[in-house]
């Protein structure tokens, strides 16, 4: 099981990651957990470029998307490899690069064959409380972009039936919330959770 947890920057993905790779281990699934940008020498190339001014160039765009889909495919070889039979709990997927690069069509073509999730969660949340959330430290944290990222996730949420949830809530209404998406796809009994 491959779940990716997407959003605008401050939208809570990393915390609900965490939070429901931990909670999938307690309910004894061994869990591994992916962060994009991931940890490879690729990864590290693209934290690097994200802070840069020519990131939102259109020249730094086609770069990162690029290599966006490089460093996807070392992540396709570990899921369908060594991970094999987890659950992988992911702070972002390829639907990152569809609503942060363009074009579109072009971003989905690199991206063929990056791996694909089985539960997509998007944590929707208003940009003025994002920005506040994450301060503004790289260059795609501007509220214009992040309008239209945020209007873009939306958009992809409508045509590939991602689950939204409502990330401008209390941290445990959240997390319940996920918890009652993923319940059922894993056998667990939603009604415990609370």
């Known amino acids: 099981m491959y779940i990716c947890f997407e959003g605008i920057d401050g939208s809570g993905k990393t915390t609900h990651s965490v939070l429901t790779a ?8 061994r869990v591994f957990t992916v962060r994009e940008p991931t940890d490879s020498r690729i990864g590290g190339l693209i934290r690097e470029m994200l802070s840069s001014p020519d990131a939102r160039t259109p020249d730094g765009q086609r770069i990162l998307a690029l290599l966006f889909a490089a460093d996807r495919l070392t992540l396709r070889s570990k899921i369908e490899g ?29 991206n ?11 944590l929707d949340l ?11 430290t790289d260059e795609f944290e501007d509220p214009s972009f992040l309008s239209r990222v945020r209007e873009r996730y939306l958009e992809l949420a409508d045509k ?12 445990n209404i959240i997390q319940r919330d996920i918890r009652r998406i993923i319940a059922p796809h894993l056998g667990i009994c939603p009604d415990g959770i609370r």
């Open 22 to 29: 931990e909670w999938l281990r307690e309910n004894g699934y």
């Open 82 to 110: 060594e991970w094999s039979g987890s659950v992988v709990v992911s702070d972002r997927c390829y639907y990152s690069s569809m609503v942060y690069q363009e074009p579109a069509e072009w971003v989905s073509e690199i």
């Open 112 to 122: 063929r064959f990056a791996p694909q999730p089985d539960i997509v969660i998007l």
């Open 126 to 136: 208003d940009v003025e409380l994002a920005m506040e959330r994450c301060g503004g």
């Open 160 to 171: 590939n039936e991602f689950y939204i949830v409502d990330a401008a809530r209390g941290l």
